[in-house]
Each structure stands twice: as C-alpha cells, then as structure tokens.
C-alpha cells in the first residue's frame, strides 16, 4: 500500500477527531437534561426470579432470562462534569455498572460516589467487587450513615476494601446535604428492620428536579414523616413496593415483614391529584410481587390510579 503524504495524513486525523461530536453532547441533546436518575434495578433485594424458588411465578424467569429482574438500584449522571453517582451497591452491581455505561449513559464516565441506604444483602454487598479479587478500585467514595460505616469498618470482608483504599467512606447524616457537582443528596432516616445498620431513604436534588428514594422502609403510619405530605415537595417518589398485597405472604406473617403494601399505599394516597399520583413510581418488588409483570392485572390497576411502576433503564431528568 503506497503511503501518504504525512500533511494529509494529519488533515485527515484533524478532520475526523473535530468531526466526531462529543458523546455527552450527543446524549444531552437525546434525552434534554444535563443531570438524569436513571434506574438500574427494580426487585427486592434478592432479585427476581429468587434463589431456590421453582414456584409458578419464578419458573418463566428461570426459563427466559430476558424475563429476570435486578435488585434495586439508581444512577445519577452528571453529564457536565462525566460523573456517574450510584445509589446502592447491590449483587447485581457489575451487570448494572456495565448497562449504565454502555446503554443509558457514556462509557468515559467516572464513577464518583455510591450512597448506601442500610445493610440488607441487596443494598451494599455488591462493594465486594471493588475488592482486590475484582477491579481493585483507588478510593471510590462509599456514603454511609454512622452505624453503616462501623459495620463495613469492623466486619470482613468489608473491613479490607477500607484497609487497602478500594474504598473511602464518608459519613452521612440525617438531613444533612450532600453537594457534589450538580447534585445534592440529603439521608433521610426511616424505620426499618436495624439489625446492622441503621436505614436511609434519600432526596436527590438536581438542577431542575427533586427525587425521593425509599426502597425499604416499614408501615408509613410508623414514620415520622407523612408521606403524602412529602410528595409535593419532589417529582418522583420511588418508594417500597416490597409486597403488593399480604397474599403474597403465605405461610409468613405480616409481622416478619412488615413493609407498607403496594395497596395499603395507594389506599393511604388516593386523594392526592392526578399529577401528584403520577410522581409516585413503585420499586423493590419481591419475586412474589405480581408487579414485575406488566401485563398483570394488579399492575393494569396501579396504573389505573394513576401511578407508576419502575423498569430497568428508566431515565428520569433531574
Ligand atoms: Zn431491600
Ligand atoms: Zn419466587
Ligand atoms: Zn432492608
């Protein structure tokens, strides 16, 4: 092959380099916002379908992956300054990370911080695969509540991603914000089940728009806080739809799990109006919650009142 001349051979690279637009631009234009939430798994913690469970309604997801759901997650992504937030580091963490920067955001994208909201399997184990044995990170900021933070000090395998700097923890607390970039993240305390740590729900505020995030929390009437009073105050609510009603509970009483039930909340917010219901966006669904499938009738009738069901890759501008 003849070579070129080397002054054309650096038009062209000049050429093509100024020609390719910026990804971040591209994408900004796509999707209009600068700052976007965007949800990266939507069933409880163990996933969907669960381990050991051969009952009807885990079967077609063991058959057809396509059917299989991720525990629940968010994003944030600062396209201004190519920063990726997570929110939970669930088990799923390494299939979400890759979807995040392949699929609904850019791939040259850092990510900058993971905000924990308690210690149940499916909110913060998938740190392990910050650890040596996997991408041995340099210091990824973990935000943590003060009993959230001793628990990862002071248990292993844990206690080594703090050791060896994979991780550096930073210390929430309750309704104290967070600024970071274009966003700012307050905890908000909940009741929950507080074996290990205490529990969080968080507000995430970006330039334009406010979420709320509560995936586990108990009955609302045990909260301090109304939630029906809370709602006007962001746009999007995604709250706890562990379980949408006790039928699911068979064998278990309500006592060992005591979530608010996805009818129990559209019961207690039925009198908001339309636009305020639209804001509600329902997350954390058991393997037993016939919501993770859309075409059932209870998630018909979810949407029928007016609000919202989460799915993965769900982008939400902020
Ligand atoms: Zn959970
Ligand atoms: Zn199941
Ligand atoms: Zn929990």
């Known amino acids: 092959m003849r070579t070129m001349p080397l002054v054309y051979q650096s038009l062209i690279i000049s050429i093509v380099v100024f020609c390719v637009p910026k990804a971040s631009q591209a994408h900004i234009a796509k999707h209009g916002a600068n700052t976007e939430l965007v949800v990266l798994g939507i069933a409880q913690d163990a996933g969907y379908p669960q381990t050991l469970c051969y ?5 077609p997801a063991w058959q057809d992956k396509s059917l299989r759901k991720m525990a629940t997650s968010l994003a944030v992504v600062d396209h201004a300054a190519k920063a990726h937030y997570l929110f939970e580091a669930t088990p799923d963490l390494p299939q979400q990370l890759y979807l995040l920067q392949q699929e ?3 791939p040259d994208y850092l ?65 104290r914000e ?32 406010t979420a709320l995030f509560i995936p586990d929390i108990d009955k609302w009437q045990k909260w301090s806080t109304a939630i029906e009073d809370l709602i006007p105050q962001v746009d999007y609510a995604l709250l706890d739809a562990t379980f949408y009603s006790a039928d699911e509970l068979k064998g278990r009483t ?65």
Not at 182 to 189: A, D, E, G
Not at 269 to 298: G, M, R, V, Y
């Open 254 to 318: 309500m006592a060992d799990v005591p979530h608010p039930l996805v009818i129990e909340s559209m019961s207690r917010l039925k009198n908001l109006a339309e636009d305020q219901k639209q804001k509600i966006i329902f997350i954390h669904l058991n393997h037993t919650n016939p919501l993770l499938k859309p075409s059932s009738p209870e998630s018909l009738a979810v949407t029928a009142a007016g609000f919202r069901i989460a799915n993965e890759g769900l982008i939400l501008p902020l």
């Open 178 to 209: 967070v600024t970071l970039g274009s966003i700012k993240v307050t905890p908000l305390l909940v009741p929950h089940r507080d074996e290990f740590s205490e529990t969080v729900g968080y507000l995430i505020k970006g330039p334009t728009k």
């Open 104 to 106: 609904w955001s850019q």
């Open 55 to 59: 009952q009807p309604h885990c079967m």
């Open 111 to 175: 990510l900058q911080g993971v905000f924990l909201t308690h210690a149940h399997m499916g909110h913060y184990t998938g740190l392990m695969h910050f650890g040596r044995e996997s991408a041995a990170t340099k210091q990824i900021a973990v935000y943590a509540m003060p009993a959230m933070r001793s628990f990862l000090e002071n248990n292993g395998p844990w206690s080594q991603l703090v050791k060896l700097k994979n991780i550096e923890l930073k210390t929430l607390q309750h309704q």
